[in-house]
């Protein structure tokens, strides 16, 4: 028996109903009784209700994993913003699937990474090893401090220390919308927040990854000179909103409200005054403005004093993004793809990053024709770069599941 | 020796290029914002096109005005990246209002909503003004109360008005303000709903404008069957009705039944009301006729039954006149009964000679109502007309009404004119006389002939 798999889209308003057409469609597509699923649903929904719409329709033993996200791809639908969800239903013959959770990770990112990557490294099944790891990008939004995020690098290096060998990894920070309200995880039947999971698939079943960047350097290097976390208080050795602000040039109508998710700093891994590369650069993009300390609040904190920055430009290349699913296809040799699953960025979108076309739209046009797709928009993406499991911003990752 | 360059004028070039790049990367980065800001604006037009888009369909498809609220909600909550939409309902107070419509309440907040009431301000809800409410309003005390019971900080409120009154008040609103995502709300948002509700409201009065008209598309189809579907042969007679409805139907209504082979009952009434209720009791009559006409040909006997059928069948105060009279071909003999109706004119020798009055109360009020029954006798060259009160009743631009001296002069003069001619003519002169002036009421009549002796025969339509 072979792997077999579909995806389902809905945009209906009632949560429950939204959850059950989405399943509906991707049990539908894969032909077979699902061993996993993965849903996402915009904040717009109700998790719960939707939950349980997915649930009826999966029935009680199919294990699900996913929770909030900005949109919902599949392969001839895309949406953000609104109603959006979207299942992946996947039957898995010959292949063990391990799902495991940390709770209350605000705050304890790089503990809770720990635990998790103890937890993999007691995984002792033979065959290919692919990781999927979801978590809640959003720690906190208080009307007086704002939004606060967990930060995936400090999870990332918490499992880098007791996970051993790191499988073929992918992973999401979710997100429900761009207003940072509060996000939720699915993990089987518990609908939760502020938690970490982890998905291992061990057998047959192998994922391959590839990302896809969309910014290129639009100024000179600069250098943080202070920051604090995912703070960058001082760049050049002056207050990071006064540079910012210097370098856009006064603008009647733009303040420092404008920032977030506008202002992108790149970090060339390259050579220095080489060609640009974009897989050479490490995108971080500002969440939002420390009005008192005339900061700038990152994703992640891995921008640190020292570190050689650039503004960046969005420069999404719709060719590229083609040439690089093809280039991922090619490289599965003679294995039999049966699943795509997108993780996208949510300032990708063309309603965000001003582009004429959604970028989705080419992963859908190279891997919908192909296999079934199913995607999310996301707040942070995780995937390989090199030899290193990163933290991303800016980012599309694309897994595609295949078997011999 | 070749030159060395100088220092100075390298770290001046370098600085030059230097605030270049800057302001070069600077510019670039702010039109990227204003493309970006744009591209979302022009998204969310085009959203708002697809939502009237949407509206359009609800109306069309939902005969309930409530389901169009239902739809209106949810797609301003879809397709507008708003968080929370909801259509307030009227109360039986003035200006209150009680949400009845929501979307993007979690269970237990929504449990709250149905009980909260909101009193809005005579001006809003004649249109003159919106509720615009964001970072930087002023916050009245209504605005604190709509944002605190119905939990949106950041909203634009509206009211449905159509021609009967406010239908409602359409609010939606937002959690958060986030650049650029999640703007603040503005007037170009106030001007978006304000579109949006002069949509719905003229959709919902248009649909209903519609719905009427079909009610009486359906009610003029049920009136046309009620009409004979030809005019008998009456050996030495001419036979002829005509019916010119006020509206799309009318309350008048007119029939022949042959009898035997020389008898032909001949009747026309006016039930109280128009419209499809009109219809309805005209059929109900004409049901109640037939019957009776066939199981007694006794004008008086057939009123009295056929009355006490409508008064039991009817809801009370439905009612009709009605001249009912069974004509027998060969004695000429027309014996009938008037149940509070116009009384018909008999023309003999050029005078209107006799008014057909006997008979009783009009149908359908009085269970046990009893009607007399009289007999006039027809003989060669008389006319017989029975009418509505439309004739008689219509008026001139000066108020004056068409009469029935009118009718009488008009029959003597031209009763020798064959039936059809007869009616058509008296129907253009009461148009004539009501020229300038709106047709008040049904217009109906029907021409009774006995042909004068070796008049060629002549089949009346």
Redesign the interface.
Known sequence: MTAQAGAGYS?N?DSFRAGLQAAQAAVAEAGAPPHLALAYCTS?H?PHRLHAGVRSALGPSARIVGGHSVGAITRDRLGY???QACVGALTLPGTAIHLFLERDIAGREFEVGRRLGGQLAGVSDDGWRSLLLTYDSLRE?TPDRGPALNLATPLIAGMDETIGRWPSVAGVGVFG?????PTYQFFDDQVMQQTASALLLCGDVRMDTIIMHGCEP???YHTITKAEGPVILEIDGRPALDIIA????A?EN?TV??Y???VTLGVNRGERFGPFREEDYANRLCMAVDKVRRGLVMFEDDLQAGSEVQ?M??SIDQKYVGTRCRELLRRLGGRRPFFALYIDCAGRA???????REEAEEVQHAIGSVMPLLGMYSGVEIAQVGHQIQALDWTGVLCIFSEP | MADVPDTDALTAELEYYRQRIDRLAGDTLRRDYLTSELRHQLRQNRQAFSLLAELQRSIQLNSETTHVFDDAVRGINAQLSMDRTLVLAPTETLNAFRPAHWIGYREESAARLGAATFVFPESFLAGSQSLLVNGTSDRTPLVEQLREALEIPYFVAVPLRSDEGVLGVLLSGRLREVKPVCPPLDVGDVDTFRALASFISTGIRNKRIGVLEETLRVAARIQGDLLPKSTPTLEGYELVGRTLPAQIVGGDYYDFIVVDEGRCAICLGDVAGKGLPAALLMANLQASIRGQTLWSPSAADCMTRANRLLFLSTDPGSYATLVYGVLNTRSHYFSYTNGGHNAPMLVHRQEVTARLTTGGTVLGLFQNSKFEEDVVHLDAGDVLVLYSDGVTEAVDTEGREFGETRLASLLTEQHQDPAGTLADRILNSVILHGRGMPQADDITLVVVKRMPPNAPARRTL
């Open positions: 945009e308003t717009k109700d913003e609104g109603y939004n919308d761009l207003q940072f309200n639009a100024g000179r210097q370098l856009l040039g603008e733009q409200e404008d977030p998710l506008f503004l430009r969005r063309a309603a965000y990053c001003g582009s004429e």
